[in-house]
């Protein structure tokens, strides 16, 4: 029986997703809590697993989460395009309050059928789940047998979940990945197995302090 161990991982905190804002395609930098975060991300995959690959959508706040790991496990990150945030083209960078205000039935339709939503000069849900299931199918013919990590972003976890799991993209709202977080999906012969969800183990130590 083959089977590839996927670590579908969210990118460590940045100070949009503090204040809630739209981050989509735009460049936004780690904060310094996201990159302690990236940091034990790091060393608790080095510790647990033992991947061949590191993955990365090529913007920076992954990037930067995913060199963390990449140090940890002696390995090359591999910028995708296929883990690339959606794009929210006008909205990006309002805050949840602002989007309601300038854009009130495209934010009820989002919060309520974000399948129904294309963002004005930007794509669809559907975009994202075209790329990630192309994304999918290609790191399991590559990796037979093998753990890979794959960095991206909260849209693009909560959409790879609902592919993973054989879900519409009706169930978006369904799963909240934390940054930083680690959900340990199983491909194999026999099917797809969800082993773990949103694993924040390893910032405990950070969450104290």
């Known amino acids: 029986m083959h089977m590839t161990t996927v670590l579908l991982v969210r990118h460590g ?8 804002r739209f981050r989509g395609q735009v460049e936004v930098p780690l904060d310094e809590t996201g990159l302690l975060q990236a940091a034990a991300l790091g060393e608790r995959i080095a510790a647990t697993w033992r991947p061949v690959a590191i993955y990365a959508s090529p913007l920076q706040r992954t990037l930067q989460t995913a060199a963390s790991v990449a140090q940890a496990c002696k390995l090359d990150v591999i910028p995708h395009a296929g883990l690339l945030d959606i794009n929210f083209g006008a909205c990006t960078g309002l805050s949840e309050a602002e989007f309601a205000t300038r ?6 339709a989002w919060y309520t059928r974000p399948h129904t939503v294309h963002f004005p000069q930007g794509e669809s849900l559907a975009d994202v789940a075209r790329r990630v299931a192309s994304l999918l199918d290609e790191v399991i013919t590559q ?11 909260l849209v693009v976890c909560r959409v790879l979940l609902c592919h993973f799991l054989g879900l519409d993209i009706s169930h978006f709202w369904e799963f909240e990945p934390a940054p930083a977080s680690i959900s ?3 491909i194999s012969t026999h099917g797809h197995l969800l082993r773990t969800l949103n694993d924040t183990a390893h910032l405990h130590a950070l969450m104290v302090r």
């Open 13 to 20: 905190q940045t100070a949009w997703n503090r204040e809630q």
């Open 103 to 108: 854009y009130p039935q495209l934010a009820t």
């Open 143 to 153: 990796h037979p047998d093998h753990t890979v990590v794959l960095v991206t972003h």
């Open 184 to 186: 340990t999906l199983e």
